[in-house]
């Protein structure tokens, strides 16, 4: 039985449909009351052309099990959080104008004819700016606090003080030194003061000094207003927002909510979540909001297609709890405040789970159960075919697609780009089993620090705080850190850039990967901690791989990839189970690896791209990168395919190659102990630094926690000799390094300041 939603029905679709109403959400009750009497009945809600500004949340629970709720075919419909406000506006000074909002309902967010306008804020919103479209460090400052009359209901927000996020907080007061009195900052799971220059405030009624602008006076009950000069404010129609959610499929645990599909919707305009509740997500970095526009729990085999969802406050679908078998396709998703798409378990389901970084359990205390403890956790749904960008809008630790506490993920033929933070964040390893495939990821860590275009932690069971302490766990019990990642995760056939952090980052403890016939075009390939992640047949563009603190017994493989640049390798205790037939630029870079007594079999030179111009990195037949046994994948099935969706979606920048192969005098520069060194390798050189020949090494930057600062090396130091020997160049010196391998330090003799000077450099 079909019911539709529409203000008029023609004769010629009239016998289509059984039952006709003016908005969803008695369309939504006449199909409760249908299905009341009749629980077998087929039922389908057809939405016709236009907007439908909803009264309260739609709810759709086992009941409607079987429900399709779905834009007629070829119509422009959109579902609405916002409420029209029937304003009478007059001017005031200065370009403002003022309406009373009594009766009226309590709205965060303002609309204009269809548009957001900008709550009062300082500084004024620039689309350019990088943070926040716009920040000022002196944003509540005690001199600008003094030009507010109220200054209690400004909502401040800043960024973590390490960029990893940011915060939100109330003012409530000033104290007696004139500093503002907040309340929250509850949105990160990393606590820190707020970033001293990366801040803004709003909702001050000084502040509106800007067109767009826009403050409520709650005492008053009026709303102030500054329009553009071109805008007829008195016929234009007006909207505040008042829901956080559309619709929500919410089973129970005896009753599932079952095969009920969303499609061909747009959604638009929900109340900003800052201040609900947050939730910390285990270990990592996260606290969330447990909700969005769309939300799913304790359903099954549901489907959310070829929808748009843009102008939403908070997080825009997200499923919570057990669900499983969900369907996310199609989708457009865009210029929403927080996550795009967020699975999100439950901590009941965690054996033994801990909250914090700094918290742990101890080895007696622990569960030491492999796998979850209930079945409270999102598993085996697909997020394929969306076009993400621009979210993250107003809160920064958000994804564009967060898995925590979910096990089979599916993440496919996605676009993601201009983000915050990550694109892809695995939050945990509990319980793995993700496949994230034929993504193009790039234009992400826009506003943070410290992160990848995929991001993920494994703060599991095993983790601790204390390195030393976690390789003692990890000695005494060689499985542990499979308790949680139960399951391999995949990541295959991907495009990833970041410029502002690492392509793919596996931070803190995270193990248990696959991933392979990926291409990473600029940021590189993090490795940090962890255990048994096998990286095989990738292309590194301008980059190379970062093992940070591996352990003596990691179980990783690095084999058969195409490097540009030597490892960027730090704290290592091992190197894992095999670090071989890899593909560098150049000698001395692949020498620097065998040093370590790795990549015996690995080979170097042009790799001979067939086109870098395209982004076709596949090597040519004859290629000496086919020798190391490299393959070919697919470079031409990154990101969104839907015809719509692909023919707007953008593609990241082509990086600017950089020199693979030529003269024998070449300047090479290659990273040794966090620091980069290079040949002497020109007269001028020999010149500058006041060398009696054109031999040596350069030290050309010392990175931070490097070992030569505490051996007392400096930058612009040339290196002469080494255990007694003269150094000619960088294959000299790591000829040398090779014949002393296994040594705790070595002896070099240095050039600085036209004064030679020894050394002891520390090699661990």
């Known amino acids: ?57 739609i709810l759709l629970n086992s009941q409607l099990n079987g429900l399709s709720i779905q834009a007629v075919k070829g119509e422009q419909v959109s579902i609405s959080g916002a409420k029209p406000l029937p304003l009478k506006w007059k001017k005031e000074k200065q370009g403002r104008y003022v309406a009373s909002v009594k009766g009226l ?69 000033v104290d007696d030194n004139g500093e503002a009195i907040l ?62 959610n559309l619709i929500s499929i919410r089973g129970t645990e005896a009753k599932k909510a079952k095969d009920i599909t969303v499609k061909g919707i747009k959604f638009q305009f929900t109340k900003r979540t800052i201040f609900e509740p947050y939730e910390q997500l285990l270990r990592s970095d996260w606290s969330i909001y447990r909700g969005g526009a769309l939300f799913l729990s304790q359903a099954e085999n549901c489907q959310i297609s070829d929808c748009e969802f843009t102008d939403l406050g908070g997080n825009v679908i997200f499923i919570s709890g057990y669900n499983r078998n969900h369907k996310i396709t199609g989708n457009h998703i865009h210029d929403c405040g927080a996550s795009a798409v967020s699975f999100v378990g439950e901590s009941k389901a965690v054996r033994s789970p801990s909250f914090t970084y ?30 993400i960008y621009r979210i993250g809008r107003l809160e920064k630790q958000t994804a564009g697609v967060q898995i925590a506490m979910a096990m089979n993920i599916t993440v496919r033929h996605n676009s993601i780009y201009q983000v915050p933070r990550a694109g892809i964040n695995v939050g945990d390893g509990t319980w793995g089993g993700h496949v994230l495939e034929y993504n193009d990821v790039f234009d992400t860590v826009l506003e943070t620090g410290d992160h990848g275009s995929f991001n993920s932690w494994g703060r599991d069971r095993f983790w ?28 295959r056939n991907n495009r990833f850039r970041c410029d502002h952090g690492w392509d793919i980052d596996l931070d803190d403890g995270s193990s248990n990967y696959h991933i392979y016939n990926n291409l990473c075009l600029n940021g590189g390939l993090k490795l940090r901690e962890g255990f048994r992640r096998v990286v095989e047949n990738n292309v590194i563009i301008n980059n190379s791989l970062h093992p940070h603190v591996w352990f003596e017994h990691s179980r990783d493989i690095f084999r058969r990839n195409i490097v540009q640049d030597s490892y960027k390798d730090v704290g290592m205790a091992g190197w894992g189970d095999e670090m071989d037939y890899n593909f560098f630029p150049f000698e001395e870079s692949l020498m620097k690896s065998q040093v370590y007594g790795i990549d015996a079999h690995s080979a170097y030179g042009n790799p001979d791209f067939i086109d870098p111009s395209k982004m076709d990195y596949n090597v040519r037949q004859g290629s000496k990168a086919l020798s190391i046994g490299f ?134």
């Open 464 to 491: 601790h705080p204390n390195r030393g302490k976690m390789n003692e766990l990890v000695k005494a019990q060689p499985l542990m850190p499979y308790w949680d990642a139960v399951n391999t995760t995949v990541i």
């Open 358 to 387: 700094r918290e742990f359990e101890t080895l007696d205390e622990m569960d030491h159960t492999w796998g979850p403890k209930s079945e409270d956790y999102p598993s085996d749904c697909v997020v394929d075919d969306n076009l």
């Open 1 to 57: 039985m079909n019911i539709y939603v529409g203000a008029n029905l023609n004769k010629e679709i009239d016998a289509m449909y059984s039952y006709q109403y003016s908005s969803v959400n008695e369309a939504v009750e006449k199909a409760y009351s249908l299905r009341k009497q009749d629980p077998e009945l087929d039922l389908k809600i057809f939405v016709g052309q236009g907007q439908y500004n909803l009264d309260r949340p």
């Open 105 to 173: 309902p309590k709205f965060d967010q303002l609309i204009i004819n269809g548009k957001l306008q900008t709550l009062a804020r300082y500084p004024n919103y620039s689309e350019d700016a990088k943070y926040w479209n716009g920040t000022a460090e002196d944003a509540i400052s005690p001199e600008r606090i003094a030009t507010w009359k109220h200054p209690e209901g400004a909502i401040f927000h800043a960024m973590h003080g390490g960029k990893w996020g940011g915060f939100h907080y109330r003012i409530t007061g």
């Open 183 to 244: 309340e929250g900052g509850k949105q990160n799971n990393r606590p820190s003061r707020p970033h001293k220059e990366i801040r803004f405030v709003e909702n001050v009624f000084e502040e509106l000094d800007a067109a767009g602008e826009w403050f409520v006076d709650q005492q008053k009950e009026k709303i102030y207003y500054m329009p553009a000069a071109d805008l007829d404010l008195k016929n234009a129609a007006c909207e505040g927002v008042v829901l956080k």
């Open 631 to 764: 393959v070919n994948f697919d470079m031409d099935a990154f990101g969104v395919q839907k015809p719509s969706l692909k023919a707007i979606a953008k593609t990241p920048e082509v990086p600017q190659p950089k020199k693979l192969a030529g003269k024998a005098n070449d300047s090479r520069a290659v990273e040794w102990l966090r620091a980069t060194i290079k040949s002497v390798d020109s007269p001028e050189e020999q010149s500058a630094y006041g060398l009696n020949s054109d031999e040596g090494v350069i030290v050309l930057k010392i990175g931070a926690h490097s070992p030569l600062t505490k051996s007392g090396i400096k930058n612009r130091d040339v290196i002469l000799e080494a255990e007694d020997t003269k150094v000619a160049d960088l294959k000299n010196f790591f000829s040398l390094l090779k014949e002393h391998q296994g040594q705790q330090q070595i002896k070099v003799k240095i050039m600085r300041n036209q004064q030679v000077e020894n050394h002891t450099i520390s090699l661990r």
